[in-house]
T-cell receptor, first 114, second 112 residues
Framework: EDKVVQSPLSLVVHEGDTVTLNCSYE??????LLWYKQEKKAPTFLFML????IEKKSGRLSSILDKKELFSILNITATQTGDSAVYLC??????????????FGKGTLLTVNP | KAGVTQTPRYLIKTRGQQVTLSCSPI?????VSWYQQTPGQGLQFLFE???????NKGNFPGRFSGRQFSNSRSEMNVSTLELGDSALYLC???????????FGSGTRLTVV
């Protein structure tokens, strides 16, 4: 059974801190790793990682995938209160014929205090 | 473009009843997936429909079912509701499979 584990489950930091969120996975026919941010209800897409060792960046957020050790990290530098959210990691399994199934981790609840 | 629309936003039902939730995907998206989100279990995959066919299914009992119509709109049905079915039910649509997923705002179901 496919499995995705995120750590820590929750984290409290002060504005300006840098945080690293972890995601490990065990997925048959792994295709890619995705990160989402969930503030209230609808998760919003952050990154999709397919290749090992290539960092993806968007502003203060960056992420990298290690396909040998089966994990990914999401870094947020100079955190702001608006970064407070649940960060979800998901691993996509390739079931063939453009059929990809996602398995989500339980998420990391990040709280950024002013 | 309009996003993924889920209705209703909130629902309260009693044990034993059944419920139907609706999801209208982004125009042109043919894949619709459903997830159950609870504080303890996180986001758990229910099923995915693509061009009116169920393509993937998660590990939920047969009380959970769904369907997709020719216009790609999807419905999810839960029969004989249990207290443990209380959750946020999220729907996501994409052109094909998991990539380019866009989530709806969800339906918050409370079973009393």
């Amino acid at each position: 059974e496919d499995k995705v584990v995120q750590s820590p489950l929750s984290l409290v930091v002060h504005e300006g801190d840098t945080v690293t969120l972890n995601c490990s996975y065990e997925v048959t026919n792994f295709r890619s790793l995705l990160w989402y941010k969930q503030e209230k209800k609808a998760p919003t897409f952050l990154f999709m990682l397919t290749s090992s060792g290539i960092e993806k960046k968007s502003g203060r957020l960056s992420s990298i995938l290690d396909k040998k050790e089966l994990f990914s990290i999401l870094n947020i530098t100079a955190t702001q209160t608006g970064d407070s959210a649940v960060y979800l990691c998901a691993a996509a399994r390739d079931s063939g014929g453009s059929n990809y199934k996602l398995t989500f981790g339980k998420g990391t609840l990040l709280t950024v205090n002013p | 473009k309009a996003g993924v629309t889920q209705t209703p936003r909130y629902l309260i039902k009693t044990r034993g009843q059944q419920v139907t939730l609706s999801c209208s995907p982004i125009s042109g998206h043919r894949s619709v997936s459903w997830y159950q989100q609870t504080p303890g279990q996180g986001l758990q995959f229910l099923f995915e429909y693509f061009s009116e066919t169920q393509r993937n299914k998660g590990n939920f009992p047969g009380r959970f079912s769904g369907r997709q119509f020719s216009n790609s709109r999807s419905e999810m049905n839960v029969s004989t509701l249990e207290l443990g079915d209380s959750a946020l039910y999220l729907c996501a649509s994409s052109l094909r499979g998991a990539y380019g997923y866009t989530f709806g705002s969800g339906t918050r179901l409370t079973v009393v």
